[in-house]
């Protein structure tokens, strides 16, 4: 009955520990590590940027839209940094649980175990266990009688070894318990750290903000011009799109300068490539879009907006553009303003890979995702390494954010 009564307990507290955390925990604060790391290599890339180009001669709106950007990934790590503290909280209050509950058990199965083996001393000598067994008033009862010495012994050594495993759960539990702790004092220093930065940018925000604010309309005039060099970047890809489609359909027979005329094969790969819509992997490396998609006021002169086929991903010196699904080299070809761009075609769906000093591949050359397409050039005036990346079905421009992951 006490073994009966003993398992139960057991597997009722074993059913509690397995509750105290969710199944996701150590997966969540894998990514928001990972998610924080990312965002700490963001942040330098975009400081040492501005570091490499202070002897440069820079636009004031260059320099406020590196700082907002900066500015807005620093509050994203704070956030990131707040998140995993509060994970690291629940946790340390998760185990503070566990090991009170893991100590009375702990405590009730040593009571259990002291009074069995004061029990066991009491009988343990060799006439005592043969005087039970000869007691015995036929062999039924003899057979079971041994059959609960030998079960008793079991139990003994049961506990035993029960006891020896809550012992070092719990110096584990404590042991994990000092190094959370350690872990979320050290997140909230760094936050402290990564506060006081971010006030220093807004105060540099904020000073040059004045400057823009004093001469609005100079800026908004640099900001039109400019828009109308992306617009004839912009014209150029489509004009390089309609001529594509015309050339690979005049070899299958089609006049069409707007619609792929499509084989099996290519409709196949385009409907792999939709359903990889969303998942799609970043076109580089690492980088930061610093250009989104479609009709926006401007980051700094919000009385102004811009427009964009594509977007821009500022990325590492000397970074290379990547497929991003597995295609067929359509063009390449030069873009007045734009150094080189790439354009690969997927059935009728096409990625193009624009501003790029360096070209890996030719046309008609088979890529598979992840493959080097070429270098992305760097601007002698900014000094960033900027990739215009856009997808296009046909001649419909599409959002590369909703196809690229977590873009």
Not at 98 to 124: C, F, P, Q, T, V
Not at 243 to 265: C, F, H, M, Q, V
Not at 298 to 315: A, C, K, L, Q, W
Not at 356 to 385: C, H, M, P, W, Y
């Amino acid at each position: 009955m006490k073994l009966k009564k003993f398992t139960y307990s057991f597997l009722i507290f074993g059913f509690i520990i397995l509750l105290g955390l969710p199944a996701n925990a150590q997966t969540s604060r894998e990514e928001l590590e990972k998610r924080r790391q990312e965002l700490r290599s963001e942040i330098k890339r975009i400081n040492e940027l501005r570091s490499s180009n202070k002897q440069k001669e820079r636009s004031v709106l260059s320099e406020v839209q590196d700082l907002d950007q900066q500015i807005k990934s620093t509050e994203n790590l704070i956030r990131v940094t707040n998140q995993q503290a509060n994970l690291l909280t629940r946790e340390i209050n998760s185990n503070t649980s566990k090991i009170g509950r893991l100590r009375k058990e702990l405590e009730a199965l040593k009571e259990d175990y002291a009074r069995m083996i004061e029990k066991s001393y009491k009988s343990k000598s060799t006439n005592s266990r043969i005087m039970f067994l000869l007691s015995s008033e036929n062999f039924l009862q003899a057979y079971k009688r041994l059959q609960y010495m030998k079960q008793y012994t079991a139990y003994r050594k049961q506990q035993g070894d029960e006891i020896q495993a809550r012992t070092a759960e719990l110096q584990q539990l404590n042991k994990d318990l000092v190094n959370q702790k350690k872990e979320k004092d050290k997140l909230i220093a760094e936050n402290r750290q990564t506060r006081a930065a971010l006030e220093k940018n807004r105060r540099a925000q904020r000073e040059l903000m004045k400057t823009i604010r004093s001469k609005e309309s100079q800026f908004a005039s640099q900001i039109k011009q400019k828009q109308q060099e992306i617009n004839k970047i912009d014209q150029q890809i489509e004009e390089m799109i309609r001529a594509s489609i015309a050339k690979d359909n005049k070899e299958s027979g089609s006049e069409s300068r707007d619609t792929y005329k499509l084989t099996p094969a290519a409709k196949a790969l385009a409907a792999d490539f939709i359903k990889n819509k969303g998942k799609l992997p970043w076109p580089v490396r690492t980088g930061v879009v610093t250009m989104r998609f479609g009709t926006q006021p401007h980051p700094v002169v919000r009385s102004t907006t811009i427009n964009s086929n594509g977007v821009r991903i500022d990325t590492d010196n000397k970074g290379k553009a990547r497929a991003v699904f597995n295609g067929t080299v359509s063009e390449v070809q030069a873009v007045k303003g734009a150094n080189k761009a790439v354009m690969l075609r997927h059935g009728d769906y096409l990625t193009i890979y624009n501003n790029l000093s360096k070209v890996f591949v030719k046309r008609g050359d088979v890529v598979n995702i992840g493959q080097e397409l070429g270098e992305i050039a760097t601007s002698r005036s900014t000094g960033k390494t900027t990739l215009h990346f856009l997808i296009y079905k046909n001649t419909q421009k599409m959002n590369p954010a909703d196809w690229i992951v977590q873009m």
